[in-house]
């Protein structure tokens, strides 16, 4: 037994950390040789991935902990940990199911991870995995997240602090806005000094990219940077164009988005109150940055504002009691009452607020908007304490009139009361963190709700369904209204869009129609961006509701947000993301932390707690037993003899049945190795020991366990991965893990009676390409059937060639084969990349650091699961795709010299073709023959994302005008 280094590795990705965190010294024999930063923001929404390579340099293996930090409004939707050439993805589930995982775990005396809540945006993701003796590991993190504007500016924060200098460091962003991009701008910590020259900005008309590539030297010399490297933030703030009043409205198979930011309009004057709690725990230095924020908000008023302050503790107490003018006179009296608010007492929220509604009700003015804000650092403690009665006397005292904004100041606030009632009011709750900048914070909400443009918004979508909120209180300068949704005909060419609204007293209407034909301005990569943004605005959206609803409504839109969350993979307070590792099947719970204010929150050394859990490992042999925080290092002993178990990775889809009661009765499961029952070795024929790793199918003899509390089904395993529809059962559904045998296994029977008997093993059969269609926005797609040793690319002029073999009953290519001018060869599988010229021989791997080899007319540059190579005029990407744990290679034509024709697969850069018109079935005109046709979904490999896009099926021959016979080798 060797015990394992405990070694606490923090990998920050996104977004800002205290600034008293403190240094953690650089581990020895551990190497992060590559850390990316990868932000895509089409349209407002981000998708950011975070990729940390760490090789472990010691002799013996090590405990690697990967923690990062992202935004609390973002949803993670994707974790994987890829070590030894095998994946370990988290899959996302019920929170129900996931904690009945989690609970078996920890009966284990294993650990579960968690996110938990660590200051006023972040979320803290943390795991950590046993990585052996001179060996790599792989942590990949997406998160989503719509960007909310503010203040005329969209934000994105971007923080990194590796721990150590790290010789491939890259941050990329790339913002992708219709409209165009109005003003780019870079601050934060890592844009100042030396670093400075580190950074790119570039700009078209509707693209800008942002690029960080620090040299090792200089990411130790930065002002916050020293030998644990990087150590800040980048601040990335940008607006769109905005030359139509209407909005911005996208179409993209069949979903819809509509941003609607008007700015052609003149501001409503507003009646605002201010309701500070004056209470004893608002002593210090609260009350004195509530009365700095209050003179600031004060002297920003417009002289056509109408304002009143209320005080309150156990009692209240008004400045004036009816509101007044901000005229000069008006507002130096109030700032001398401001400077005069004392802390004393308890807190009576419920009247202070009534007295506000009241104030606002007593003088009403035509054509303005009113505001009630209300700031409070405790609970309600004199007068009417009943949490449920104060906020029924809020609602039916405010009704649908004007909003109440709920500042909560500090941690010992009942935030959820403030979140409710806030939202009850058509408001919204907002945590003031109790730092030196209180006032500052006071005074950037109060900026936010400043200026009112427009009051009673609501917006119609003609044939729109399964629209996201679409009626408003207020819109503000500076702010957005978003609103997503489907399209109820995917067919009509038009789409009519009208916002009704009121502005200074009078209704105004913005109407536009558009056409949902236009091609867009997405790239294909990034096609499926406007689903995602409708599912994570919809989540959203019902999530908050929750507050608010009861009885049966409030469960339905529960099972939704939960089927979308399923649906989509984001971890939400309904769903977790459990993650199975390679050690002795040990199982992580992460659960999204929910922003909850109550007493006792406070963590250790006074920080906010976020959700989770805290478990005990039962003693080992010789042990104590120990109890302890969940994500701490440990030492753990590998008291486990005899075959190793590996975890069975599985990705959940639910199947509705018409037959069950619940509609949800199948389950579909995709698993990506073989399944061994959990039973002794049983005689049977010897065989060679073990399972071959790199084998591309498996023996007949090789088992797949089903088990439930109420069922165990044995079948005999298929290739690697296979869909399974397996029915609901109470109890967990797990596929357990595999046994490598020291012989061969008898086939057990199947239990036909526990399986739907129309439970299909699909196999791969073909692989589709994709061929670009001139002046098409539908691509012509072909199959060629598996396996194949495949002429790709050929160019006899240049005495190039490209020829790929197929996978058995897989997508892809498992080798691909470069030959150039008679003495240049390059082999590339899953595993590696061989390089062989007269002076050269080679060898690159994939998970290694990025690599650039150059020589005369030939260029190869490795890069993250893809390289690019460059022979002569050609030049070809070949990506390494990784789905469901399985790896096969695609390849990508990125240049081919003009005017000349290429043989092979490959070789036609697009085609032309035309619809028949008046044909029963769809017909296609292509190179003057008529051929049938299929719309049909295809993933588009070329790609690293692999979006999937529409695209017309034809014969392989129409296209080709040659035999497939035509285009197999012999040999490679």
Same mark, same amino acid.
């Given at each position: 037994?060797?015990?394992?280094?405990?070694?606490?590795?923090?990998?920050?990705?996104?977004?800002?950390?205290?600034?008293?965190?403190?240094?953690?010294?650089?581990?020895?024999?551990?190497?992060?040789?590559?850390?990316?930063?990868?932000?895509?923001?089409?349209?407002?929404?981000?998708?950011?991935?975070?990729?940390?390579?760490?090789?472990?340099?010691?002799?013996?293996?090590?405990?690697?902990?990967?923690?990062?930090?992202?935004?609390?409004?973002?949803?993670?939707?994707?974790?994987?940990?890829?070590?030894?050439?095998?994946?370990?993805?988290?899959?996302?589930?019920?929170?129900?199911?996931?904690?009945?995982?989690?609970?078996?775990?920890?009966?284990?005396?294993?650990?579960?991870?968690?996110?938990?809540?660590?200051?006023?945006?972040?979320?803290?993701?943390?795991?950590?995995?046993?990585?052996?003796?001179?060996?790599?590991?792989?942590?990949?993190?997406?998160?989503?997240?719509?960007?909310?504007?503010?203040?005329?500016?969209?934000?994105?924060?971007?923080?990194?602090?590796?721990?150590?200098?790290?010789?491939?460091?890259?941050?990329?962003?790339?913002?992708?806005?219709?409209?165009?991009?109005?003003?780019?701008?870079?601050?934060?910590?890592?844009?100042?000094?030396?670093?400075?020259?580190?950074?790119?900005?570039?700009?078209?008309?509707?693209?800008?990219?942002?690029?960080?590539?620090?040299?090792?030297?200089?990411?130790?010399?930065?002002?916050?940077?020293?030998?644990?490297?990087?150590?800040?933030?980048?601040?990335?703030?940008?607006?769109?164009?905005?030359?139509?009043?209407?909005?911005?409205?996208?179409?993209?198979?069949?979903?819809?988005?509509?941003?609607?930011?008007?700015?052609?309009?003149?501001?409503?004057?507003?009646?605002?109150?201010?309701?500070?709690?004056?209470?004893?725990?608002?002593?210090?230095?609260?009350?004195?940055?509530?009365?700095?924020?209050?003179?600031?908000?004060?002297?920003?008023?417009?002289?056509?504002?109408?304002?009143?302050?209320?005080?309150?503790?156990?009692?209240?107490?008004?400045?004036?009691?009816?509101?007044?003018?901000?005229?000069?006179?008006?507002?130096?009296?109030?700032?001398?009452?401001?400077?005069?608010?004392?802390?004393?007492?308890?807190?009576?929220?419920?009247?202070?607020?009534?007295?506000?509604?009241?104030?606002?009700?007593?003088?009403?003015?035509?054509?303005?908007?009113?505001?009630?804000?209300?700031?409070?650092?405790?609970?309600?403690?004199?007068?009417?304490?009943?949490?449920?009665?104060?906020?029924?006397?809020?609602?039916?005292?405010?009704?649908?009139?004007?909003?109440?904004?709920?500042?909560?100041?500090?941690?010992?606030?009942?935030?959820?009361?403030?979140?409710?009632?806030?939202?009850?009011?058509?408001?919204?709750?907002?945590?003031?963190?109790?730092?030196?900048?209180?006032?500052?914070?006071?005074?950037?909400?109060?900026?936010?709700?400043?200026?009112?443009?427009?009051?009673?918004?609501?917006?119609?979508?003609?044939?729109?369904?399964?629209?996201?909120?679409?009626?408003?209180?207020?819109?503000?300068?500076?702010?957005?209204?978003?609103?997503?949704?489907?399209?109820?005909?995917?067919?009509?060419?038009?789409?009519?869009?009208?916002?009704?609204?009121?502005?200074?007293?009078?209704?105004?209407?913005?109407?536009?129609?558009?056409?949902?034909?236009?091609?867009?301005?997405?790239?294909?990569?990034?096609?499926?961006?406007?689903?995602?943004?409708?599912?994570?605005?919809?989540?959203?959206?019902?999530?908050?509701?929750?507050?608010?609803?009861?009885?049966?409504?409030?469960?339905?839109?529960?099972?939704?947000?939960?089927?979308?969350?399923?649906?989509?993979?984001?971890?939400?307070?309904?769903?977790?993301?459990?993650?199975?590792?390679?050690?002795?099947?040990?199982?992580?719970?992460?659960?999204?932390?929910?922003?909850?204010?109550?007493?006792?929150?406070?963590?250790?050394?006074?920080?906010?707690?976020?959700?989770?859990?805290?478990?005990?490992?039962?003693?080992?042999?010789?042990?104590?037993?120990?109890?302890?925080?969940?994500?701490?290092?440990?030492?753990?002993?590998?008291?486990?003899?005899?075959?190793?178990? =590996? +975890? %069975? @990775?599985?990705?959940?889809?639910?199947? !509705?049945? $018409?037959?069950?009661?619940? /509609?949800? #009765?199948?389950?579909?499961?995709?698993?990506? =190795? +073989? %399944? @061994?029952?959990?039973?002794?070795?049983? !005689?049977? $024929?010897?065989?060679?020991? /073990?399972? #071959?790793?790199?084998?591309?199918?498996?023996?007949?003899?090789?088992?797949?366990?089903?088990?439930?509390?109420?069922?165990?089904?044995?079948?005999?395993?298929?290739?690697?991965?296979?869909?399974?529809?397996?029915?609901?059962?109470?109890?967990?559904?797990?596929?357990?893990?595999?046994?490598?045998?020291?012989?061969?296994?008898?086939?057990?029977?199947?239990?036909?009676?526990?399986?739907?008997?129309?439970?299909?093993?699909?196999?791969?059969?073909?692989?589709?390409?994709?061929?670009?269609?001139?002046?098409?926005?539908?691509?012509?797609?072909?199959?060629?059937?598996?396996?194949?040793?495949?002429?790709?690319?050929?160019?006899?002029?240049?005495?190039?060639?490209?020829?790929?073999?197929?996978?058995?009953?897989?997508?892809?290519?498992?080798?691909?084969?470069?030959?150039?001018?008679?003495?240049?060869?390059?082999?590339?599988?899953?595993?590696?990349?061989?390089?062989?010229?007269?002076?050269?021989?080679?060898?690159?791997?994939?998970?290694?650091?990025?690599?650039?080899?150059?020589?005369?007319?030939?260029?190869?540059?490795?890069?993250?699961?893809?390289?690019?190579?460059?022979?002569?005029?050609?030049?070809?990407?070949?990506?390494?795709?990784?789905?469901?744990?399985?790896?096969?290679?695609?390849?990508?034509?990125?240049?081919?010299?003009?005017?000349?024709?290429?043989?092979?697969?490959?070789?036609?850069?697009?085609?032309?073709?035309?619809?028949?018109?008046?044909?029963?079935?769809?017909?296609?005109?292509?190179?003057?023959?008529?051929?049938?046709?299929?719309?049909?979904?295809?993933?588009?490999?070329?790609?690293?994302?692999?979006?999937?896009?529409?695209?017309?099926?034809?014969?392989?021959?129409?296209?080709?005008?040659?035999?497939?016979?035509?285009?197999?080798?012999?040999?490679?």
């Amino acid at each position: 037994m060797m015990d394992r280094a405990a070694l606490r590795l923090i990998l920050l990705g996104v977004f800002l950390i205290s600034a008293s965190s403190q240094p953690v010294k650089k581990k020895q024999n551990v190497d992060i040789y590559s850390f990316y930063i990868n932000s895509t923001v089409t349209s407002r929404y981000a998708t950011t991935v975070i990729t940390s390579r760490v090789a472990n340099t010691a002799n013996e293996s090590q405990e690697i902990q990967f923690e990062v930090k992202i935004p609390k409004n973002a949803f993670i939707s994707k974790f994987r940990m890829t070590i030894e050439g095998r994946t370990y993805d988290g899959v996302v589930k019920g929170k129900e199911e996931a904690q009945q995982q989690y609970s078996r775990a920890v009966s284990r005396g294993e650990s579960a991870g968690l996110i938990k809540s660590v200051g006023r945006t972040l979320e803290d993701f943390k795991t950590s995995v046993a990585v052996a003796a001179f060996s790599k590991v792989t942590f990949e993190l997406t998160y989503e997240e719509l960007l909310k504007r503010r203040l005329g500016k969209y934000e994105l924060l971007i923080n990194a602090q590796p721990m150590q200098p790290v010789a491939d460091f890259k941050m990329d962003v790339h913002i992708q806005e219709k409209p165009g991009i109005s003003f780019l701008e870079v601050k934060g910590d890592l844009s100042t000094g030396d670093l400075a020259n580190a950074i790119k900005t570039t700009r078209a008309d509707k693209d800008a990219w942002v690029t960080f590539y620090p040299t090792r030297d200089q990411q130790t010399k930065c002002k916050s940077c020293g030998e644990n490297g990087l150590n800040g933030d980048l601040l990335i703030t940008y607006d769109v164009e905005r030359t139509n009043p209407k909005g911005e409205v996208m179409v993209s198979n069949g979903y819809f988005v509509h941003y609607f930011a008007p700015s052609d309009v003149p501001r409503i004057s507003k009646n605002v109150v201010f309701i500070i709690d004056r209470s004893g725990s608002m002593s210090g230095r609260k009350i004195q940055q509530t009365r700095l924020a209050l003179l600031k908000i004060l002297s920003d008023l417009d002289e056509d504002d109408h304002f009143g302050l209320i005080t309150f503790d156990s009692e209240v107490s008004t400045w004036k009691s009816e509101l007044l003018k901000a005229t000069k006179e008006n507002l130096e009296n109030a700032k001398s009452f401001v400077n005069e608010i004392r802390d004393r007492g308890a807190t009576d929220i419920n009247a202070a607020v009534l007295a506000g509604v009241d104030m606002i009700n007593r003088h009403p003015r035509e054509g303005t908007a009113s505001i009630l804000i209300l700031l409070t650092d405790g609970d309600p403690t004199s007068g009417e304490t009943n949490i449920e009665r104060i906020m029924a006397n809020v609602k039916e005292a405010i009704g649908p009139k004007f909003p109440l904004y709920c500042l909560g100041f500090g941690y010992d606030v009942n935030f959820d009361f403030l979140t409710k009632m806030s939202l009850e009011n058509s408001g919204v709750a907002r945590r003031i963190y109790e730092d030196s900048d209180a006032d500052l914070q006071l005074q950037g909400f109060y900026d936010e709700v400043a200026v009112p443009l427009l009051t009673d918004i609501q917006l119609k979508y003609t044939g729109g369904t399964n629209l996201t909120k679409t009626s408003f209180n207020l819109y503000f300068n500076g702010s957005e209204i978003v609103v997503s949704g489907q399209i109820t005909d995917n067919s009509v060419e038009s789409f009519t869009t009208e916002v009704i609204a009121v502005s200074k007293g009078n209704n105004v209407t913005y109407q536009e129609t558009v056409m949902t034909t236009d091609p867009s301005d997405v790239p294909p990569e990034n096609e499926d961006f406007m689903q995602r943004l409708w599912a994570y605005l919809t989540v959203k959206q019902l999530l908050e509701r929750q507050v608010i609803l009861k009885g049966q409504e409030k469960e339905d839109e529960k099972k939704e947000a939960l089927k979308l969350s399923l649906k989509y993979q984001f971890v939400t307070s309904l769903t977790s993301m459990v993650v199975t590792k390679p050690q002795e099947d040990e199982v992580e719970v992460a659960d999204k932390p929910e922003e909850r204010g109550e007493r006792g929150e406070r963590g250790e050394h006074g920080r906010p707690a976020g959700s989770g859990y805290s478990y005990s490992r039962p003693p080992q042999r010789g042990q104590p037993g120990q109890a302890g925080r969940i994500g701490q290092a440990g030492t753990r002993q590998n008291t486990r003899h005899g075959p190793q178990r =590996h +975890p %069975v @990775l599985l990705n959940r889809a639910v199947q !509705p049945d $018409p037959h069950s009661a619940s /509609g949800f #009765s199948l389950h579909k499961f995709s698993y990506s =190795h +073989p %399944v @061994l029952p959990v039973l002794p070795a049983l !005689p049977g $024929p010897p065989g060679p020991p /073990g399972l #071959s790793d790199q084998s591309d199918h498996l023996d007949s003899s090789d088992m797949l366990l089903y088990r439930s509390e109420s069922a165990v089904i044995q079948m005999p395993t298929f290739p690697r991965h296979h869909d399974l529809l397996l029915p609901t059962i109470s109890g967990d559904m797990l596929l357990h893990s595999y046994e490598r045998p020291v012989g061969r296994m008898p086939i057990l029977p199947w239990k036909s009676d526990t399986v739907p008997p129309t439970m299909p093993v699909p196999t791969v059969s073909s692989n589709r390409f994709l061929l670009p269609a001139a002046g098409q926005s539908k691509p012509l797609c072909f199959d060629v059937p598996v396996p194949q040793k495949l002429k790709l690319l050929q160019d006899s002029a240049s005495e190039f060639s490209m020829n790929g073999e197929s996978t058995t009953r897989r997508k892809g290519f498992k080798k691909i084969v470069f030959h150039f001018k008679t003495n240049l060869h390059l082999t590339i599988n899953t595993r590696s990349i061989r390089y062989r010229d007269v002076q050269n021989n080679v060898e690159f791997l994939w998970d290694q650091a990025p690599t650039q080899h150059n020589t005369e007319g030939v260029s190869l540059i490795l890069r993250s699961n893809e390289v690019d190579i460059t022979l002569g005029n050609i030049r070809v990407v070949i990506l390494l795709h990784k789905k469901n744990g399985e790896a096969f290679l695609w390849p990508a034509v990125r240049q081919q010299p003009k005017d000349v024709s290429l043989m092979g697969i490959l070789g036609k850069a697009e085609a032309s073709y035309e619809e028949v018109q008046g044909s029963q079935t769809p017909t296609l005109k292509i190179m003057d023959q008529e051929v049938k046709a299929s719309l049909e979904d295809v993933t588009d490999y070329t790609l690293p994302s692999t979006p999937v896009i529409r695209c017309w099926l034809v014969p392989f021959q129409t296209l080709m005008q040659k035999d497939i016979s035509d285009f197999t080798v012999t040999q490679l």
